[in-house]
């Protein structure tokens, strides 16, 4: 149970009021005496939310976040196409050159014929959880999950004691790492999120390795050079601590810290507030890359510390994406989740190969980045939405203090209901599509209006904009949603524009180059005709001159057969 969930501390007069038994909740130490020695991760001190909604109550929305979102997911990132996977999840057979050779590919086969990854794969169904997660990564993302949770990511998923496939997501990670994708702090970015998985293995395990984090915000970017300036191997001090000093010293040159900054200080505060037992011993190694293995108590972690500090939870967010993503049919189906795992793995081993090439060449350079692929990779992000959000006021770095109110600005907005689902898995998955039940989608899409963009709150506390802009007045903010609305409609006709010009000049050149072809058969035509009829009028004449020939010859012929019978009567006179 995250720790926004939990009631705070009764009084000592007060009546005991006995725990509410929830189908597949985390114990809750405040209730359960026996929590100490679960084995699973457990919330520190009571936060201000009185309570979790069960799986019946409804959970207001703010319909501007449901525009902007909708907005987001419907321009931004719409349904992946199946001509889309080439880039996100990778070519069925990748393109040959000097950088990929047929020898790489026979190569890589053969690792990939020899290992566990392989067998996981055929064991693979296309369930609920699974199917819902490729389709939350891929439209939210723009990557597959192996994409994501990848040593070219520094991540690796580590599983937890108990029955389990090696290399097999479990069904509880799968639903809890769904869930968090779409929420609109990572902006749509896989590396924002696995930056915070990252900082909470960090926390977790203290681990004092250098972090090469990747951040234009002012106090991360500090803390990379802090990691630079490191020579030797492990850190004297702890990371967070690190973390901590580049944020004060960016504070005080007056620059603003990022949202993302903000949310590591509460990801180590629900970290020190837990208590984690049995979770394996941490592979900080895997195919020649550093990097932390993810498990369900980090997700739980991140999870609690989204709760904590900002105005709309974990499911909250993903009830929105719901309402936002639309009806449109999405892939993969359950049938085809196996020949996406294969097709994604194949695709990771080739840029681990090359990533190590080029490594070798700058030891280095692009290490966990894997930017060279064999084949395409899905377009990079504008530079403007690369930037981190800032925040409007600082999260204050002192651990004992109590966390500042995040939702001030929670009845700002009109709202419509929306179902909740369980605390263990996104509302609505299981469904056979992987995503909302259709019941659920239509009730709010009657509520929600279809039209319009509206720029999500600006207030600190809200959810990061799924745009990036700096915080701003309400005024500032409809003035910059009238100026997008207007560059996005100029840009959408000038496409147009362009388009039909395309169209146009495609056609006119068409139509000249069947014209111009007309003419020369035409002209081909006539030559062949005026070559055919002299051919014929010198045959007509040669004839018409031998049977003028011949008949003269004939006439000769029949005068001498006159003459010779004269001559022959001359003579029988003379005898007689």
Same mark, same amino acid.
């Given at each position: 149970m995250s720790e926004s969930t939990k009631r705070p501390r009764q009084a000592d007069d007060a009546p005991e009021r006995p725990p509410k038994r929830r189908r597949d909740t985390e114990p809750d130490p405040e209730t359960d005496p026996e929590s100490e020695h679960s084995h699973s991760s457990s919330p520190g001190p009571a936060k201000k939310v009185t309570g979790r909604p069960g799986k019946n109550a409804s959970v207001p929305l703010s319909k501007e976040r449901v525009k902007a979102a909708r907005s987001f997911f419907q321009d931004s990132r719409p349904p992946v196409r199946l001509e889309d996977l080439y880039k996100f999840v990778g070519p069925i057979a990748p393109p040959l050159s000097d950088t990929w050779t047929q020898q790489d590919e026979d190569e890589m086969l053969a690792e990939w014929d020899a290992s566990p990854e392989k067998v996981a794969c055929a064991s693979i169904k296309g369930d609920g959880p699974t199917t819902t997660m490729w389709k939350v990564c891929l439209r939210t993302f723009r990557c597959s999950p192996l994409g994501m949770i990848s040593p070219l990511m520094g991540l690796r998923y580590q599983t937890m004691p108990g029955p389990s496939q090696p290399g097999i997501w479990s069904r509880e990670f799968c639903n809890r790492l769904t869930a968090l994708i779409p929420y609109s702090i990572w902006h749509g970015r896989p590396k924002r999120l696995a930056m915070a998985l990252q900082y909470a293995v960090i926390c977790r395990t203290d681990d004092r390795r250098p972090w090469m984090l990747q951040s234009s915000?002012?106090?991360?970017?500090?803390?990379?050079?802090?990691?630079?300036?490191?020579?030797?191997?492990?850190?004297?001090?702890?990371?967070?601590?690190?973390?901590?000093?580049?944020?004060?010293?960016?504070?005080?040159?007056?620059?603003?810290?990022?949202?993302?900054?903000?949310?590591?200080?509460?990801?180590?505060?629900?970290?020190?507030?837990?208590?984690?037992?049995?979770?394996?011993?941490?592979?900080?190694?895997?195919?020649?890359?550093?990097?932390?293995?993810?498990?369900?108590?980090?997700?739980?972690?991140?999870?609690?510390?989204?709760?904590?500090?900002?105005?709309?939870?974990?499911?909250?967010?993903?009830?929105?994406?719901?309402?936002?993503?639309?009806?449109?049919?999405?892939?993969?189906?359950?049938?085809?989740?196996?020949?996406?795992?294969?097709?994604?793995?194949?695709?990771?081993?080739?840029?681990?190969?090359?990533?190590?090439?080029?490594?070798?060449? %700058? /030891?280095? #350079?692009?290490?966990?980045?894997?930017?060279?692929?064999? $084949?395409?990779? +899905?377009?990079? =992000?504008? !530079?403007?939405?690369?930037?981190?959000?800032?925040?409007?006021?600082?999260?204050?770095? %002192? /651990?004992? #203090?109590?966390?500042?109110?995040?939702?001030?600005?929670? $009845?700002?907005? +009109?709202?419509? =209901?929306? !179902?909740?689902?369980?605390?263990?898995?996104?509302?609505?998955?299981?469904?056979d599509d992987g995503f909302v039940l259709e019941d659920d989608n239509e009730a709010v899409n009657d509520k929600v209006d279809d039209d319009g963009r509206v720029q999500v709150s600006p207030s600190r506390q809200s959810t990061a904009p799924l745009v990036n802009t700096p915080s701003m007045t309400p005024m500032a903010s409809h003035v910059v949603q009238d100026v997008a609305k207007m560059v996005n409609d100029i840009l959408k006709k000038e496409r147009e524009e362009m388009k039909s010009f395309f169209e146009s000049s495609l056609e006119s050149y068409l139509k000249s180059c069947q014209e111009r072809m007309g003419l020369e058969m035409q002209q081909r035509m006539n030559e062949l005709q005026k070559r055919y009829e002299a051919e014929i009028k010198a045959l007509k004449e040669a004839l018409k001159k031998e049977m003028t020939t011949r008949t003269k010859g004939n006439e000769s012929r029949g005068l001498d057969d006159q003459i010779q019978p004269a001559g022959n009567s001359l003579a029988d006179d003379g005898t007689t």
């Amino acid at each position: 149970m995250s720790e926004s969930t939990k009631r705070p501390r009764q009084a000592d007069d007060a009546p005991e009021r006995p725990p509410k038994r929830r189908r597949d909740t985390e114990p809750d130490p405040e209730t359960d005496p026996e929590s100490e020695h679960s084995h699973s991760s457990s919330p520190g001190p009571a936060k201000k939310v009185t309570g979790r909604p069960g799986k019946n109550a409804s959970v207001p929305l703010s319909k501007e976040r449901v525009k902007a979102a909708r907005s987001f997911f419907q321009d931004s990132r719409p349904p992946v196409r199946l001509e889309d996977l080439y880039k996100f999840v990778g070519p069925i057979a990748p393109p040959l050159s000097d950088t990929w050779t047929q020898q790489d590919e026979d190569e890589m086969l053969a690792e990939w014929d020899a290992s566990p990854e392989k067998v996981a794969c055929a064991s693979i169904k296309g369930d609920g959880p699974t199917t819902t997660m490729w389709k939350v990564c891929l439209r939210t993302f723009r990557c597959s999950p192996l994409g994501m949770i990848s040593p070219l990511m520094g991540l690796r998923y580590q599983t937890m004691p108990g029955p389990s496939q090696p290399g097999i997501w479990s069904r509880e990670f799968c639903n809890r790492l769904t869930a968090l994708i779409p929420y609109s702090i990572w902006h749509g970015r896989p590396k924002r999120l696995a930056m915070a998985l990252q900082y909470a293995v960090i926390c977790r395990t203290d681990d004092r390795r250098p972090w090469m984090l990747q951040s234009s915000c002012p106090a991360l970017t500090r803390l990379r050079q802090f990691m630079d300036d490191v020579e030797d191997s492990e850190l004297s001090q702890s990371i967070h601590h690190m973390h901590k000093r580049s944020r004060s010293l960016a504070t005080e040159a007056g620059q603003q810290i990022s949202t993302l900054s903000d949310l590591f200080i509460f990801i180590n505060r629900t970290v020190r507030g837990w208590t984690f037992e049995r979770v394996p011993e941490p592979v900080t190694s895997e195919k020649g890359f550093e990097v932390y293995s993810v498990t369900i108590p980090d997700l739980k972690v991140v999870v609690a510390a989204i709760d904590s500090c900002m105005s709309d939870t974990v499911d909250e967010a993903y009830q929105v994406f719901k309402v936002a993503k639309g009806n449109r049919a999405e892939i993969p189906k359950g049938s085809q989740v196996r020949q996406f795992y294969e097709r994604a793995a194949l695709h990771q081993l080739r840029r681990i190969t090359i990533a190590h090439r080029d490594q070798d060449e %700058d /030891e280095g #350079e692009g290490q966990g980045e894997g930017d060279e692929m064999a $084949g395409p990779q +899905p377009d990079p =992000e504008p !530079e403007a939405e690369l930037e981190d959000q800032f925040s409007s006021d600082q999260v204050p770095d %002192d /651990e004992s #203090e109590s966390e500042s109110d995040s939702s001030s600005d929670s $009845g700002s907005y +009109p709202e419509v =209901e929306v !179902e909740s689902g369980s605390d263990h898995e996104p509302s609505g998955m299981g469904a056979d599509d992987g995503f909302v039940l259709e019941d659920d989608n239509e009730a709010v899409n009657d509520k929600v209006d279809d039209d319009g963009r509206v720029q999500v709150s600006p207030s600190r506390q809200s959810t990061a904009p799924l745009v990036n802009t700096p915080s701003m007045t309400p005024m500032a903010s409809h003035v910059v949603q009238d100026v997008a609305k207007m560059v996005n409609d100029i840009l959408k006709k000038e496409r147009e524009e362009m388009k039909s010009f395309f169209e146009s000049s495609l056609e006119s050149y068409l139509k000249s180059c069947q014209e111009r072809m007309g003419l020369e058969m035409q002209q081909r035509m006539n030559e062949l005709q005026k070559r055919y009829e002299a051919e014929i009028k010198a045959l007509k004449e040669a004839l018409k001159k031998e049977m003028t020939t011949r008949t003269k010859g004939n006439e000769s012929r029949g005068l001498d057969d006159q003459i010779q019978p004269a001559g022959n009567s001359l003579a029988d006179d003379g005898t007689t």
